[in-house]
């Protein structure tokens, strides 16, 4: 069995209702969201990106486009001590200063520009959100769906491009809006460098 990184009689489940992963202790029928304390995190990043990312697929023909006046967009969140729930799926506690969050994000920001990796696969072991199991992708959503900064950002950027860092209660961002046709995706691929360029965060 793949090595999880979780303390003993820990594992990590999957919620239906909620398509997310969650950790659950037979022996005391405890559940949570945040891995429990003592959770070896190097350990889970790599488990939860090899076995808990969805692989892209187009949805069948016919699906429908774009809903009018939405946009789709994927980030990557980087949580610090001041967050609003500074806890995540990688970590039960966060102590790391908003500066040293934002230190992290620049340091993935400077990766993908550079087009070392895309923000999908990274979000899938290093963002802080739910949404990292996904690569990141927040699916669609309009005006008055998330945090104030978050939309305003997302909303700014042109098709294809990708933000700097953006600054929300739940920590910082990273924020790739997708290209229509990638909407057209039921998870888009990763953009070609050439296009990287320069918040339904509520429940974080």
Request: proline fraction near 7%.
């Amino acid at each position: 069995m793949a090595e999880t990184g979780l303390p003993p009689s820990w594992e990590v489940r999957h919620s239906n209702s909620k398509n997310l992963p969650y950790y659950f202790n037979p022996a005391t029928k405890e559940s949570r969201w945040e891995p429990p304390s003592s959770t070896d995190t190097e350990k889970l990043k790599a488990y939860m990106a090899q076995h808990h990312s969805s692989a892209p697929s187009v949805r069948a023909e016919g699906a429908a486009t774009q809903p009018e006046g939405k946009i789709r967009a994927s980030h990557l969140l980087v949580k610090h001590k001041d967050s609003r729930r500074p806890s995540s799926w990688r970590e039960a506690e966060i102590t790391r200063s908003k500066e040293e969050a934002i230190e992290m994000l620049r340091a993935h920001e400077a990766r993908i520009r550079s087009g070392e990796t895309s923000l999908g696969d990274l979000a899938v072991s290093e963002s802080d959100c739910g949404s990292a199991r996904k690569g990141g992708d927040l699916g669609f959503f309009g005006r008055g769906d998330m945090q104030k900064e978050f939309e305003e950002a997302a909303f700014a950027l042109n098709p294809g491009d990708m933000s700097s860092v953006v600054e929300t209660a739940s920590g910082v961002h990273l924020i790739e809006r997708y290209t229509p046709f990638d909407s057209m995706l039921s998870r888009p691929p990763p953009l070609s460098p050439i296009w990287k360029s320069s918040m339904k965060l509520a429940h974080l």
